[in-house]
């Protein structure tokens, strides 16, 4: 089973709005949890990374949210914009586990 | 500077032949790993190097699957009598602080096994 669960697995929205990408973990011990950004035949890059003692980290138009009690974080997108169009992982540390990610595509 | 680059970009290759997939990580960084990505599938993890440690191998999918790394830096992921299921895209990714740095990934070697 894996132990990183991403929803909803795809997404639509129409350019310019706001949608949130959710993320739920089993990991223990936690050190660290990371949201990447994929685009479509490119390596993912590096969105936010927040520790156990962070609850929120943003990035642009993206924010980050953390709960270590219930082992959730969600990843909060504003203003969509075309290019925001790509698949978005959730990584917990320690021993690096992945998501399977959700695909979002931004219609305009 | 310059990131993480990997060769080939992309591969083809006979069911049954070896191939060598390589990765060149950002100076400095001691950590690496290898992942690898499946058609509409998740990032699936490989094998981790971190310094001169024995390396994290829990993700190997088979002992046809192997991996090195020379002299902390360039890393070699090697694939025996590659198999159709094979087909992938290698993903190879470098970090500076152990487990819990930022990744940053190459842009993969995308592998087909006909």
């Known amino acids: 089973k894996n132990q990183v669960e991403q929803s909803p697995q795809s997404l639509i929205i129409l350019e310019g709005k706001n949608c949130t990408l959710q993320?739920?973990?089993?990991?223990?011990?936690?050190?660290?949890l990371r949201w990447y950004k994929q685009d479509t035949g490119r390596g993912p890059v590096s969105l936010t990374i927040?520790?156990?003692?962070?609850n929120t980290k943003s990035n642009g138009r993206y924010t980050a949210t953390l709960d270590a009690d219930t082992k959730q974080s969600s990843l909060h997108i504003t203003a969509s914009q075309l290019s925001d169009s790509a698949s978005y992982i959730c990584?917990?540390?320690?021993?690096?586990?992945f998501g399977a990610g959700t695909r979002l595509t931004v219609k305009p | 500077g310059a990131g993480v680059s990997q060769s080939p970009s992309n591969k083809v290759t006979e069911k049954g032949k070896d191939v060598e997939l390589r990765c060149d990580p950002i100076?400095?960084?001691?950590?690496l790993y290898w992942y690898r990505q499946s058609l509409g599938q998740g990032l699936e993890f490989l094998i981790y190097?971190?310094?001169?440690?024995?390396?994290?191998k829990s993700g190997l999918p088979s002992d046809r699957f192997s991996a090195e790394r020379t002299g902390g830096s360039v890393s070699t992921l090697t694939i025996q009598r590659t198999q159709q299921e094979d087909s992938a895209v290698y993903l190879c990714?470098?970090?500076?602080?152990?487990?819990?740095?930022?990744?940053?990934f190459g842009p993969g070697t995308r592998l087909l096994v006909l």
């Open positions: 990714a470098s970090s500076s602080l152990a487990g819990g740095g930022t990744q940053y």
């Open positions: 993320c739920n973990y089993t990991v223990s011990p936690f050190s660290n």
């Open positions: 927040m520790t156990f003692s962070e």
């Open positions: 990584v917990v540390s320690e021993r690096v586990r």
């Open positions: 100076s400095g960084h001691t950590a």
């Open positions: 190097f971190q310094g001169n440690s024995a390396p994290d």
